[in-house]
């Protein structure tokens, strides 16, 4: 459609087929259906491919905020034991008193409502085990204890674990022993409650005698003082993590402790059975840190629940409105195609109109450089005879021998145009000298359409007037310079004249440092005087090069020298590296010595 409708030269060759075979009629719109179909088709897979993407990128944004939240809530849970650590920092020795208040400040219901219990083991000799005011159990002869001494449940139902030494049983005995190994928060398995009997797992953190860290191991474990415990029940912290307004009941969630998912790592499953009976999901993993532990995540979602409606019938949908379109631009199309001649050739009247009407001459070819399209300002511009309508579809190699006797150097005027083709890049205003001592400028445009070359435009102005005018200037320059150097060399002559101090015409310290400044501005002014005459003379071409057998070391270790002076006034460092010698060559001393200077010059200035 976009062809034939934005396209001409598609458009003009479409309508010189149907004007000559009228048959083709039928078989164009035919064609132009069984496209439209083909290109429904193609739509309706990418769009399905689209749109289970999106939902597969759903369901991976939906995981991700999911596996962010079970992150923070585990931290902050693991994180109120620091608080516990801070009470006993704070205090040489924590009363009963104190840690009830402190548990009855934090308000575990409500801020922590998945934590069952909150407990401190107190490291424990034999000979301190007889003045407690409680029995240790499970009854055992050892070096020490830790029996909880103060604790604190919060499920209904508990029994008192006053007593119970944690380090009887070989779990938490372990678990324990690598909290203060590593002076970090450790947690257990999934075990057996003391007070409540349900499954929980717990995080052991330690505290040390003297309220510090120890850095190395057998410090601490000779300075541990007790053990900090909190426990976590299954049957409350899992569900308040996956509420619906998380998972809203579209993804089921596994979690398994440590990073295998075999079935009896499972420590929690949302249990959306439906999901499994699918055939068609997503699948995700994922690992939180929790403690010293690490969980896995697994995330089960039928992938039809993130696809919108659209998708779910999006095939038979899009087909039955890819058909009706098919039929509805089939018709519009044995329109157009039996209209547009009549609108091509408006088109194009239109723009030829448009190029004869420039004020410059252009010529337009197209892509294999055949003339399409000029105006006549082009054809006088080379004192071609004729009308452009002669030339259309000519070779434009072919017709630029007719305006070799025009052009002054030829050869080069048709190398650079074979240059500038070849490139195929915008080149404005080249200066072209024709034989009747005239000047013309070309600009070449290239024409490009979705990335390709379609030809280029030409475009040839008359530029004799501003060849003068600019020629006229240069002159003024070089004759206003050469005048202005006679007055600046009496002023030098005068002034070393003033400078030679002859006896009895001594001149005052002020009136030295005058001459002085007049020498260095007649000095400057020369130096001006001589580049503007440089210029000019680039300008007018009289500029000559006369390069003799030189030294060229001897040359630029002159224009080092007298460059020295700017760089010590401006505290900077010129350093000049050469050989011991270097052969003679062939070079304008003159002009090399004025380019080593400018080079000097603009490395102090810039």
Not at 11 to 32: A, D, G, Y
Not at 542 to 564: G, N, Y
Request: proline content about 4%; charged content about 25%; glycine content about 4%.
């Amino acid at each position: 459609i976009y062809l034939l409708i934005e396209d001409s030269w598609w458009n003009v060759r479409i309508m010189e087929i149907l004007r000559k075979r009228k048959v083709l009629v039928p078989v164009t719109l035919s064609f132009i259906f069984i496209i439209s179909m083909i290109v429904t088709g193609g739509v309706a897979l990418f769009v399905k491919g689209d749109l289970e993407k999106q939902a597969l990128l759903r369901f991976e944004n939906q995981t991700q905020q999911i596996t962010s939240f079970v992150e923070n809530k585990m931290a902050l849970y693991v994180g109120s034991i620091y608080g516990i650590q801070g009470l006993f920092a704070a205090s040489e020795d924590v009363s009963k008193l104190e840690w009830a208040s402190y548990i009855s400040e934090i308000n575990v219901p409500k801020r922590y409502s998945g934590i069952s219990a909150i407990l401190y083991a107190q490291r424990t000799t034999p000979e301190m085990a007889t003045r407690l005011p409680f029995k240790i159990y499970p009854s055992a002869t050892k070096e020490e204890y830790y029996p909880f001494t103060y604790t604190a449940t919060f499920v209904e139902g508990s029994s008192t674990s006053v007593g119970y030494d944690i380090s009887s049983d070989p779990v938490r005995f372990g678990v324990m022993t690598k909290a203060i190994e590593t002076d970090a928060p450790a947690a257990t398995p999934v075990v057996q409650s003391v007070t409540t009997k349900i499954p929980v797992f717990s995080v052991y953190a330690p505290i040390y005698k003297n309220k510090v860290t120890h850095e190395t191991v057998e410090k601490r474990k000779e300075n541990i003082e007790g053990i900090i415990s909190v426990s976590f029940r299954l049957q409350k912290i899992f569900p308040d993590l996956f509420d619906n307004s998380l998972i809203d009941g579209k993804i089921d969630v596994e979690i398994y402790d440590g990073t295998s998912t075999v079935e009896d790592a499972l420590l929690y499953d949302t249990s959306f059975a439906k999901i499994h009976e699918s055939d068609k999901s997503f699948h995700q993993t994922k690992t939180v840190q929790v403690a010293d532990k690490i969980w896995t995540l697994n995330f089960i979602s039928d992938s039809t629940i993130f696809l919108p409606l659209i998708e779910r019938f999006g095939e038979d949908v899009i087909m039955t409105t890819g058909l009706i379109f098919s039929i509805l631009i089939t018709m519009f199309s044995s329109v157009y195609i039996r209209s547009r001649e009549k609108a091509l050739l408006s088109k194009n009247v239109q723009l030829e109109a448009l190029v004869k009407s420039f004020p410059f001459g252009v010529l337009i070819e197209d892509e294999q450089r055949r003339m399409i399209l000029g105006n006549a300002r082009m054809m006088n511009s080379f004192g071609i005879k004729g009308t452009i309508e002669n030339f259309v579809g000519v070779p434009v190699p072919k017709a630029m021998d007719l305006i070799k006797p025009m052009i002054k150097d030829y050869e080069a005027f048709k190398k650079r145009d074979l240059e500038i083709v070849a490139k195929h890049e915008v080149v404005a205003d080249e200066k072209i000298e024709l034989t009747n001592n005239t000047y013309i400028s070309r600009s070449y445009i290239p024409l490009y359409y979705e990335n390709m070359l379609h030809g280029a435009m030409w475009i040839y102005k008359d530029i004799t007037e501003e060849q003068q005018i600019d020629r006229m200037k240069t002159e003024f320059v070089s004759l206003a310079s050469h005048q202005l150097r006679t007055p600046l060399t009496s002023i030098k002559w005068y002034t070393e004249l003033m400078n030679d101090e002859e006896p009895g015409a001594e001149l005052s310290k002020t009136q030295k440092a005058y001459v002085k400044e007049i020498g260095d501005a007649s000095e400057r002014m020369v130096e001006l005087v001589g580049s503007l005459l440089n210029v000019s003379r680039l300008e007018l071409g009289t500029f000559a090069i006369e390069p003799v057998k030189s030294d060229l070391l001897e040359v630029v270790q002159v224009a080092v020298r007298e460059s020295e002076p700017n760089f010590i006034a401006k505290k900077q460092t010129l350093t000049f590296t050469h050989p011991e010698k270097l052969p003679a060559m062939m070079l304008d001393q003159k002009v090399t010595h004025i380019i080593i200077q400018n080079l000097l010059s603009n490395a102090s200035k810039y």
